[in-house]
């Protein structure tokens, strides 16, 4: 496992807020492949590999190989319950989700994440599941292009692209990374770097096609349900729109009424299931950053059942 290129981001954080240890049991909801999942095991807990990538899966069962306190199974971290039921399991005592894309899933021009190899323009976490990000350019009109660019991407000019988009697709499909990436380039004002507005893009196609906002609020909701009393989880997130749903939820459950202030009594009769861990996000110290470009971006949330 030490040999594979994806490196765990806030690795040590992760491990201290989760406190594994023997006779506990953790769900990794984004096994990847494997760095924190191993790291709980060697801390001597039990641990439930989740993720929807052949590649990941065949790493968990290669670990669960040599070590039988390691478990797989396909799936999404949206179903949490339903991965339990399936391992046997009811509650455990840690849930973590380290969100985002891999470096392999971005080294893989075949899977169509990355803007600076041509490849099919896929995006799909799982292959066998949805349609393609190609389908999506091909058939929403501008409005509805521009609509993903700006609600995933938070692209300011997402009506200016979306627009390109439409255009270019009408002399040639743009069905692929690189002719995606050319259209946008295309479009920007000269001397403007590409490299922010792809990235943009890409994310926000991503996103859409794997409904990533929506499975992981599905997650974060059914957490409370998972854990046992005292239980933590950890949510590690790589853009704002992540990050902000995930401090939002905690806010919320952390709070014994949600009711406007200016109701002299509770009348929502919500109780709070959550105490918050990290006040604010935790973020990669500069030696991390120097060493793992992508835990630049990392924001860590984690809180705690009561």
């Known amino acids: 496992m030490t040999s594979a290129p994806h490196v765990p981001v806030l690795l040590e954080e992760t491990i ?23 790291a709980l095991l060697d801390a001597g807990a039990e641990v439930l590999g989740l993720d929807l990538d052949d ?7 290669d670990l669960a190989a040599a070590r039988p306190e390691c478990h797989c199974h396909y799936g999404s971290f949206r179903d949490l319950s339903g991965a339990l039921a399936a391992c046997g399991w009811r509650r455990v005592d840690g849930v973590l989700l380290d969100l985002g894309v891999n470096s392999l899933q971005l080294d893989d021009p075949e899977l169509g994440f990355s803007y600076r190899a041509d490849g099919p323009l896929d995006l799909r976490f799982d292959r066998e599941q949805g349609r393609p990000a190609a389908a999506l350019v091909a058939e929403l009109d501008e409005t509805a292009l521009a609509d993903i660019f700006w609600k995933w991407g938070e692209e300011r000019a997402s009506r200016r692209l979306a627009r390109a988009v439409v255009r270019a697709r009408a002399e040639e499909p743009v069905d692929t990374t690189g002719r995606l990436a050319a259209v946008i380039t295309d479009t920007l004002p000269r001397g403007v770097k590409p490299m922010p507005t792809l990235s943009r ?25 998972v854990l046992n009393a005292g239980g933590r989880f950890v949510v590690i997130a ?4 992540e990050d902000r749903l995930v401090k939002r939820f905690i806010d919320r459950e952390r709070k014994d009424c949600l009711c406007p202030t200016e109701l002299p009594v509770c009348a929502c009769k919500h109780a709070r299931s959550l105490r918050r861990l990290t006040r604010g ?3 990669a110290g500069p030696d991390e950053a120097a060493r793992n470009p992508r835990s ?11």
């Open 201 to 225: 893009v890409f994310q926000a196609l991503r996103i859409a096609v794997n409904e990533e906002l929506e499975a992981l609020d599905e997650a974060v909701e059914s957490l409370p349900g």
């Open 55 to 61: 590649r990941a899966l065949a790493t968990c069962r």
């Open 16 to 38: 201290e807020l989760l406190q594994p240890r023997p006779g506990r049991r953790y769900v990794d909801g984004t096994f990847g492949f494997g760095g924190h999942a191993t």
């Open 296 to 306: 630049r971006s990392a924001r860590l949330r984690a809180a705690e059942r009561l």
């Open 281 to 283: 996000a935790v973020k």
């Open 238 to 241: 790589y853009h704002s729109l």
